[in-house]
């Protein structure tokens, strides 16, 4: 049996080593700049028109903001439908009365106020939008914001896509 050297041993893990880590940099590379397009979605937003506090489940109001923000740096998109729904579901106001265009880059924004209390605790948005292309999916949020007193609340969440277009 042949003695190989320590040092040969090395050099040969060594470059195997740096051969898998180039490798595995490249697929985590291109698997980060991946980004997922689509021509249109519907999207279900949560709202809180307020929620609950304490042992007796005392009411807290909360203003809240429906925010759609065309993430494409290139291509416009259409707004369908913004659509206001209560805790059960039933539909309170349609916010469009008309296609709104959404440049690149471009925002637009629905505002409930604190004092309206008709979607309740589990009112939701339902939010369509289009494009021609396939173009970079909004970023659909809500915000809600309450004081009271000296006490104050803010807190977002995510819209949840629940039917796309490819």
């Keep these: ?4 050297p320590c040092t040969n041993v090395r050099r040969h893990l060594f470059s195997c080593w740096l051969i898998l880590t180039a490798i595995l940099l490249f697929i985590s ?10 021509k249109g979605q519907t999207v279900y ?3 809180y ?3 609950y506090s304490g042992d ?3 009411p807290f109001l909360l203003a809240a903001t429906l925010s759609i923000r065309n993430t494409d740096p290139d291509q416009s998109i259409t707004v369908k439908a913004i659509d206001y729904y209560d805790s059960d579901g039933k539909l309170l106001k349609k916010y469009l009365q008309k296609n709104l ?3 690149p880059m471009a925002s637009t924004r629905v505002v409930i106020k604190e004092s309206d209390k008709s979607g309740g605790s589990g009112a939701n948005f339902i939010v369509k939008w289009e494009s021609n292309k396939m173009v970079t999916a909004p970023l659909i949020e809500s915000i809600m ?3 009271q007193v000296q006490q104050g609340i ?3 969440s995510r819209g949840q896509v629940i039917i796309e277009m490819d």
């Design 29 to 38: 590379d291109n698997a980060l700049s991946e980004v997922k397009r689509c």
């Design 49 to 51: 028109s307020h929620i």
């Design 101 to 103: 265009t959404l440049n």
């Design 56 to 58: 007796r489940e005392r």
């Design 154 to 156: 803010s807190f977002t």
């Design 1 to 4: 049996m042949k003695n190989i």
């Design 145 to 147: 914001i309450g004081t």
């Design 45 to 47: 937003v949560p709202i």
